[in-house]
C-alpha cells in the first residue's frame, strides 16, 4: 500500500472522542510560559505540563482512554501490563478509576518506591496485583500470557495500540486550544519513545493547524525512530544507555510508526547532559520537576537542537515522576 | 483608637483596584490539586502557585501594584528597595516593566546568582543598578537615604505599603475566584513574614468568604507574629535562624499588624525539618520547586500542625526561587 494514503491507525475524531472520555477524568494540564525561555530561544514557547498531570505523565491520557473502551465482560476480568516505569502507573490507576483489577509485571528488582506507587494507585480494587518476575530467568511475556489466559484479562501495551494513542493526542489538542487566541503553532516539539504520544499529537496538530511542523526528539543514544525514518522501515535498536528511561524503547511501534512517516517532519536527538540542564532550567526557572524524558523537548530548544527564531513553539513537557535522591544528583551534579 | 474599628490600610477595594493593574502583567497563576495531598490530610486542598509567578514569588504583585502607581515625576526619578531576595527582583521587573530606574541596595557578598538575577530584571532600563554595600561596616539605610535624596528616589519597602499590601492580597483573590464553583474556602494558610502577603489575602478572604478563617503560618525559630498577637502590641525578635529566608523579619509592620490582629484567626509554626519535608512532598507529588518560606502552609497541613477534615482548604504556595545546589542539598537529605 502507498504509505501517503494507507490509512492511520488513528485519525482526529479519535482523538476528540478520547478528550470527551478524559473529560473530568484527566487534568486540564496548565501551559507555562517563561520569558528567560522566550528571550534565551528568541521564540514564543508554550510548555504543555504533563508532568502535572495525574500520576505524574501523560500516560494517565492513554491508558484511561483505553479502559474506558472495554466491554462489560473485559471490565470484570480486568487488565494486565507489563511496566515498570509510568505506563504502570496509569494502568493501575485508570483501572481503579473505571472499577476493574489490574496486574502490573514488574521485574523484582524494580525500585521500591516504583513498586509502591504502583500498588498506591491499585488500592481499594479488589483483584488488583503487581505481579514480580526475575528479568534473568524468567519470560514476562511467557507470565503476561499465562495470567492473561487464566483470568482472562486485556493487555494494554504501553504505545502501540489506537487507543492509546488516540488517548496521549489529546495532550496536544488542549495545548493547540489554549494558545490559540495567539494564532497557531508553527513548531511542537514532542519526546519519542514508542512514538505513541508524538503520534496522537501529530495528529491533533496538524488536523488543527495543517501548518505546523511537528518534530520529534529522542535521546542521542536511543535514536531508532531517527534511524526508522532514514530506512523508512522500523529498526529495532539494543536497549539504549540513557537517563531518559521513558525513551529506552528499543523500536516504535507497526501502529505509531506510519503515522510518524506521515506527520513528523523529522527526529532529532539530544544528549544525556543536555537533558541534565534542561532539567536544571525547568527546576531553576520554570519551578517544574521533569524527569529526564520529560526534558527531552524542551532540551532540544533550549540547547539550540532546533532553532525557531520568531516562531511560536509548543512543547510537550512529557513527564515528572523521577526518584527524588536520583533528582537531587543530577540537580547538584548538573553543571555539564 | 479601639483596634476593632479603627480603619485599616487597605480594603477590598484596594485589591479590586490592584487586580486590575496587574492585568496582563502578573502572571494568574495556575490552583493545583494533589489526590494525595488530598487523602493524606483528608481535605479538599487547593494550591495557589506562585512560585509559577513572574520573578518566582508573590512579591511581583505587591511591586508592581506600588510602582504603577508613581506620580510622572516619581517615575523619571525611579524607584529604590533594599533587598537581598524576592523583593528585589520584584522591584527590578516592576520598574523595567514600567520603564522607570532602580536601585537596588544589596550586601556585598549576596550570592552571585541573586545579583545576576537581579541585574538581569534591570536590564536595558536606563538609571538602573544594584548599589552594594558591606554589611558588617556600612549602614544600608543611609546609603538609601542618601542616594533616593540625591536622586530624587522614592523608597518601597517589602511589606509595610499598603499597595504592595494590595497587590499581594490579589493572590487570594485570584485563588477564591479560581476555586468559588466547588463553594467557599473554609480555611485559607498563608505564610507570614513581615505580614503584607497575609494582610492583604485576609482582606480579600473575608470579603469575599466572610466565614473563612485565615491562619497565618511563621518559622518555628520567627515567630515574632505569633508572639505580637499573644501580646497586642508588634513584638522584635532578633534575626531568626531558619531556612525560611523569606520570612526571616523581625517584626510585624505598623500597617500589617493590625489588619492581622483583626482579620488572621491564629498563627501557626512549623519547624525547618517540617519545611523540608513539604519541599520534598511538592517535589515528589506536585513537581513543583518550591523554596522554604513557601512551604510554610504546605508544611502546616501536611505535618498535622493544622487539621482541617472535610474542609475546602486554600494555602498559598508564596515562591519558588531557592539555589539549585542548596536545593538538592535539601531534597537528598530531606529524610527528616
Chains 1, 2 share one sequence.
Do not use: W
Not at 28 to 55: I, W, Y
Not at 194 to 200: E, I, N
Not at 229 to 237: F, P, S
Amino acid at each position: 500500500m502507498n504509505p501517503d494514503t494507507a490509512p492511520l491507525a488513528i485519525g482526529y475524531d479519535d482523538i476528540i472522542a478520547a478528550a470527551a472520555r478524559l473529560a473530568g477524568q484527566a487534568h486540564r494540564t496548565p501551559v507555562l510560559t517563561s520569558t528567560t525561555l522566550n528571550t534565551r530561544t528568541g521564540a514564543q514557547v508554550f510548555l504543555k505540563c504533563e508532568n502535572l498531570q495525574r500520576m505524574g505523565a501523560f500516560k494517565f491520557r492513554g491508558a484511561y482512554n483505553a479502559l474506558a473502551q472495554f466491554t462489560p465482560g473485559q471490565r470484570r476480568a480486568g487488565v494486565i501490563a507489563f511496566s515498570s516505569g509510568n505506563h504502570a502507573q496509569a494502568i493501575a490507576l485508570s483501572a481503579r478509576l473505571l472499577g476493574m483489577p489490574s496486574v502490573i509485571v514488574m521485574p523484582q528488582d524494580s525500585p521500591a518506591a516504583k513498586l509502591a506507587a504502583t500498588r498506591g494507585y491499585q488500592q481499594g480494587q479488589a483483584g488488583s496485583e503487581v505481579m514480580l518476575y526475575d528479568r534473568y530467568t524468567e519470560d514476562r511475556e511467557a507470565i503476561g500470557r499465562r495470567v492473561a489466559e487464566e483470568r482472562g484479562m486485556t493487555l494494554i501495551p504501553p504505545y502501540d495500540h489506537p487507543h492509546v494513542m488516540a488517548g496521549q493526542g489529546t495532550a496536544a489538542l488542549e495545548l493547540i486550544e489554549d494558545t490559540a487566541a495567539g494564532g497557531p503553532l508553527d513548531l511542537l516539539l514532542v519526546c519519542v519513545g514508542g512514538g505513541g504520544l508524538v503520534s496522537g499529537c501529530a495528529v491533533a496538530a496538524h488536523h488543527l493547524n495543517p501548518g505546523i511542523r511537528v518534530v520529534g526528539v529522542e535521546p542521542e543514544a536511543g535514536n531508532d525512530t531517527q534511524q526508522s525514518l532514514a530506512l523508512g522501515r522500523i529498526v529495532h535498536i539494543d536497549t539504549p544507555k540513557t537517563i531518559a528511561d521513558g525513551a529506552q524503547t528499543q523500536h516504535s511501534g507497526t501502529l505509531t510508526f506510519p503515522v510518524i512517516q506521515r506527520l513528523v517532519e523529522r527526529i532529532v536527538t539530544v544528549s544525556d547532559a543536555q537533558l541534565v540542564q534542561a532539567m536544571r532550567f525547568a527546576a531553576e526557572r520554570l519551578k517544574q520537576v521533569v524527569e529526564p524524558t520529560g526534558g527531552l523537548g524542551l532540551a532540544a530548544l533550549l540547547c539550540g537542537v532546533v532553532a525557531a527564531p520568531g516562531q511560536r513553539v509548543g512543547v510537550i513537557v512529557s513527564g515528572g515522576n523521577v526518584d527524588i535522591a536520583r533528582y537531587a544528583a543530577l540537580l547538584a551534579d548538573g553543571a555539564v
